[in-house]
């Protein structure tokens, strides 16, 4: 049992989430406390989307805004899904990986303070946890010490990552309860919301489409995928690390189109770049053709499995896309699908290509079901970058 001194910390932290950020507070309360001072797993906190689990001597030596940012860390372990979506991912990676999406977004929303052990790195502000996990893990970073290597406060698997149901569970549940804190916060602060918050919050209650989920429809699985040594993975060629790289019976080929026109920000391109990383770093394609195009195709390059790929784009024109499918069908005709990385401003979108193709779209979230009802073809997923 927690003493009285913990369960009063926590007391009065909740109460100043609860009059000053209530969309934090929503989420927090519901939360069944439990203690987990004698649990080895825990030295901090760590949620499973359910529970709250604490480590006593942990909250007494934290102040009240310290734990009024560990209280805000630890929902949105549960708001980003964390505590779903780690698949068979190292536990201690992932929640670094964690970590370091949560915290440049706490800090954006000024909420308390963040303990000094804290994870936080301007980089990784704003990506999903799976991409700083790959980047942590090339880069050959470990778990740290002690069970939260974060140091603010962990999350747990809400269940087994094999458990279908539970996932799906876990999943509907949450998203119901963030939307519901959504409309507490819209109701108690109409008009006075910090901007980073507002942000922050139509992110979360936008149902965001994993594009890459999309993707795994259309490349063909049941291409055979082998290991050789004959072809080396490049991607670890550069630590010294003669890696086998995976050979299929198949060419999986993926064409990338990056919308390079004016009203395409460096954002945005940031953006792209880590979700196409993401791709490969899930040996989901063998080969990526990338496309810079704005009212025509300005670059085109291509991709090994392997190969680290970094957007460098020309253009800054109009926009029109007739261009780029016309390339396409001279020059990719193998491409098993196309993603389009656009914020839609569009109105000539060109013939349909012989493949499918995810319209990945960046902008503002309020836009997106008016510019993807535009598009005559292909299938519309809204692209966050924070």
């Known amino acids: 049992m927690l003493s009285k001194t913990v369960e009063?910390?926590?007391?009065?932290?909740?109460?100043?989430?609860?009059?000053?950020?209530?969309?934090?507070?929503?989420?927090?309360?519901?939360?069944?406390?439990?203690?987990a001072t004698d649990d080895p797993r825990i030295d901090t906190m760590a949620t499973d989307g359910k529970r709250l689990y604490v480590h006593g001597p942990f909250v007494e030596g934290l102040n009240k805004q310290e734990l009024i940012f560990v209280l805000?860390?630890?929902?949105?372990h549960n708001a980003l899904q964390h505590h779903i979506r780690r698949q068979t991912r190292d536990p201690k990676l992932w929640n670094i990986a964690a970590d370091y999406c949560i915290n440049g977004e706490l800090a954006e929303t000024k909420v308390g303070t963040m303990p000094k052990d804290g994870l936080i790195n301007p980089r990784f502000t704003g990506m999903g946890a799976e991409e700083v996990y790959r980047i942590l893990e090339e880069e050959g970073e470990g778990g740290g010490l002690g069970s939260d290597p974060g140091g603010c406060g962990g999350v747990i698997d809400a269940c087994s990552a094999f458990d279908e149901a539970g996932l799906a569970e876990a999943k509907a549940d949450i998203e119901t309860k963030v939307r519901q804190a959504a409309a507490i916060a819209n109701g108690k602060m109409a008009g006075n919301m910090p901007a980073g918050l507002k942000r922050l919050i139509d992110r979360l209650t936008r149902p965001v489409i994993d594009w890459r989920s999309v993707l795994r429809r259309f490349i063909?699985?049941?291409n055979v995928k082998d290991f050789s040594w004959a072809r080396p993975n490049r991607r670890f060629l550069h630590q010294n690390m003669v890696l086998p790289g995976v050979v299929s019976d198949g060419v999986s080929h993926l064409v990338v189109c990056v919308d390079t026109s004016g009203s395409i920000d460096g954002k945005a391109l940031a953006a792209f770049a880590s979700e196409i990383n993401g791709a490969f770093g899930d040996g989901m394609v063998d080969r990526i053709t990338v496309i810079y195009a704005d009212t025509q195709v300005q670059r085109v390059e291509t991709y090994e499995a392997g190969d680290e790929l970094t957007l460098e784009p020309k253009g800054g024109g109009g926009t029109a896309f007739s261009d780029v499918f016309r390339w396409i069908g001279e020059n990719a005709g193998d491409a098993s699908a196309i993603i389009f990385f656009t914020d839609l401003y569009v109105y000539d979108f060109g013939e349909a290509p012989h493949c499918p193709v995810i319209w990945s779209v960046y902008g503002d979230s309020r836009e997106f079901d008016t510019l993807a009802a535009k598009a005559p073809f292909g299938e519309a997923v809204y692209l966050t970058a924070a």
């Open 8 to 35: 009063d910390k926590l007391l009065v932290a909740r109460t100043a989430l609860l009059w000053d950020h209530p969309f934090f507070a929503a989420l927090a309360i519901q939360l069944n406390v439990i203690d």
């Open 72 to 76: 805000a860390h630890e929902v949105m």
């Open 220 to 222: 063909d699985e049941s």
